[in-house]
């Protein structure tokens, strides 16, 4: 633990990471209190007004404030980021977890059943799944979780294979131990390491793939504000207002950096070798 | 070659079946009775018992689920879809015919221009490790990662659409197409396609000048390329040929397994700029529930990302016969 701060302290940019990823989780939580105007009171004699000091990001159509609404937005975008990675790696864990520890037949149903998934492209699947539900944040969560978790299941299932071999799996065995409590107790504990970095780097792929269903007007429904439906909003007022597409987006992306910069930092702190294998194209939030 | 070709065909049998199920059954997750879902629960509709009987008997909704199921499975390898719930009610099958075209050159040009690009970004920064090139592409990387594509295209519509007012934001022709000349016709078209690629290449290029510039890594430190240096070879043959051809392999896996990812990207690329692809095609029965349209276009969008998965797989035994006889690569 000790070798693993000292090598991450030396990371600059993933400690800056880090300290945005708080920042951002602190305006979050106290955006009731710090929000200069109510997000969702409109003002017709200000409608989509130019950033001034009354308004720091400008209006919106409604005239309603963009900074306020951008600051309830990122609690959208936290949320989701955290219970949905939550649910994906829950799933990836039990499954990863079965195939790796007890390999024959339930290994091959379910790495069949990862190749399987793998193959929607996902935004296919997240508007099939989506078109035929009621459209709310917990329905995007549960929908981001379920489709997410094949890289989890993948990382664990590959530990699990490693480490079942070694002597303290063994020990534990001879001393017949459940296959219950020897996954639980003495295998996942060891395996968490790459499980933590990837869903660290899971939390801005789940905030991209929300803001895109938000954009598209599938995800989370107006009049709650999240920073794609504004991005929405500021799509049709694209010659009108830039600053409704500027700064919802600046948002995401200076999130989502710092997530991932953070990510990659425990990454090569906790394992420099795990730099080479983590696949970064195939976990982008599309 | 032929035997492990074979094989892998016979091994995407099952994944095929997998397909059209879990596609089957993601629509049919849905709460409540389908007919509801279909006529959007507008009541002049369930109301009207011709109409709603009617619905039942066509799409054999008052059967049991394995049934209905296994009536749909019939109908697909017969290559019919069913119709669209739109008012027009065309087949899907000539729906997607009409779509697929565009979706498949988007992805085409955007990964040919993601190679031309990532692969020399990649061995350059590679081979100039910890330089001020590969310090600009490591951010290039970060932050290309981290850019909401459909953010990206918003911005350079305002920039190249708006302010410059170089190039168009929406559609694939203008209004007066008809009336230009042929080249003008070309020119009219390329220039609606050249926002739409340079966005959808945006994210990707991040993404394969970092594999590429990792692979090249690794591969500069083996020692063939040791001995390759020791015989005397120019530096520029060392890298170009001998490092190249090696670091390069990896790629095409990688290129395999981001396709799913790319051709989702043409959901959010092809709905801001108006592209008549499959896409868009995906959104707009999403928000009219057309069923027969999501699940026709699930089935071909994964089936393509398959067998484009299983070339990529080929291609790689091909060039690297290690594969073919040793295990499979998971």
């Keep these: 633990m000790r070798s693993f701060w000292k090598a991450f302290k030396r990371n600059k940019l993933a400690l800056i990471g880090g300290v945005v990823v708080a920042c951002l989780a602190l305006l979050a939580v106290l955006a009731p209190a710090i929000s200069p105007w109510d997000p969702n009171r409109p003002d017709v004699k200000r409608i989509l007004e130019p950033p001034s000091g009354r308004h720091l990001f400008g209006t919106d159509q409604l005239g309603r404030d963009v900074l306020s609404r951008m600051l309830y937005g990122s609690q959208v975008s936290l949320a989701v980021g955290f219970v949905s990675v939550g649910i994906a790696a829950t799933i990836g864990i039990l499954l990863g977890a079965a195939a790796g520890y007890h390999g024959g037949l339930v290994d091959a149903a379910t790495m069949r059943l990862v190749d399987l998934m793998l193959v929607f492209p996902r935004f296919f699947l997240l508007l099939a799944v989506l078109a035929f539900l009621k459209p709310s944040i917990w329905t995007i969560m549960t929908v981001i979780g379920f489709t997410g978790w094949m890289g989890v299941a993948r990382l664990v299932r590959a530990e699990f294979l490693a480490l079942k071999e070694r002597e303290f799996v063994m020990w534990s065995q001879s001393t017949g131990a459940s296959a219950f409590r020897i996954i639980w107790r003495h295998i996942l504990p060891n395996a968490m390491g790459p499980v933590l970095v990837a869903m660290t780097l899971g939390i801005p792929a789940a905030i991209l793939t929300e803001s895109g269903l938000s954009f598209l007007g599938l995800g989370v429904q107006p009049p709650r504000a999240t920073w794609g439906n504004i991005l929405n909003e500021g799509k049709d007022a694209i010659e009108l207002a830039w600053w409704l597409s500027v700064y919802p987006g600046l948002a995401i992306l200076a999130t989502v950096l710092s997530y991932n910069l953070l990510g990659e930092g425990i990454r090569d702190a906790l394992d420099p070798r795990l730099r080479q294998s983590a696949g970064r194209v195939v976990s982008r939030g599309r | ?330």
Excluded: C
């Design chain 2, 1 to 330: 070659m032929l035997a492990y070709a074979l094989r892998r065909l016979v091994l995407a049998i099952p994944l095929l079946i997998g397909i059209t199920f879990v596609s089957f059954v993601v629509i049919h997750l849905a709460p409540g009775d389908p007919t509801q879902i279909i006529t959007g629960g507008d009541p002049s509709l369930v109301h009207d018992p011709k109409l709603y009987q009617q619905l039942i008997q066509e799409y054999g909704l008052d059967k049991p689920l394995h049934v209905q199921y296994w009536n749909w499975l019939k109908r697909l390898l017969r290559l019919d879809f069913g119709k669209s719930f739109a008012p027009h009610a065309r087949p899907v099958l000539t729906m997607i015919g009409e779509r697929l075209p565009i979706t498949l050159l988007l992805n085409v040009v955007e990964m040919l221009i993601i190679l031309a690009l990532a692969v020399p970004i990649g061995v350059l920064s590679a081979t100039r490790q910890y330089s001020t090139f590969d310090k600009i592409t490591t951010m290039f990387v970060f932050v290309g990662f981290a850019t909401p594509d459909f953010w990206l295209a918003l911005l350079l519509m305002i920039l190249f659409g708006i302010q410059l007012g170089w190039l168009p934001i929406s559609g694939l022709r203008s209004m007066n197409a008809e009336y230009l000349s042929f080249w003008q016709q070309q020119w009219d078209f390329l220039s609606h396609l050249a926002l739409p690629i340079l966005v959808a290449t945006f994210g990707g290029l991040a993404g394969f000048s970092r594999y590429m510039r990792q692979s090249m890594l690794e591969v500069v430190r083996q020692d063939y390329i040791q001995s390759a240096r020791a015989k005397g070879l120019a530096e520029r043959v060392v890298i170009g040929k001998h490092a190249l051809r090696n670091a390069l392999l990896p790629i095409v896996t990688i290129l395999g397994l981001s396709l799913p990812g790319l051709i989702g990207g043409s959901v959010i690329v092809e709905s801001i700029f108006a592209i008549p692809g499959m896409g868009q095609l995906m959104v707009q029965a999403a928000f009219e529930r057309d069923y027969p349209v999501l699940m026709g276009n699930l089935v071909v969008v994964s089936t393509l990302t398959l067998f484009a998965n299983l070339l990529a797989d080929l291609a790689y035994s091909f060039v690297d016969p290690r594969i073919r006889v040793g295990r499979r690569r998971r």
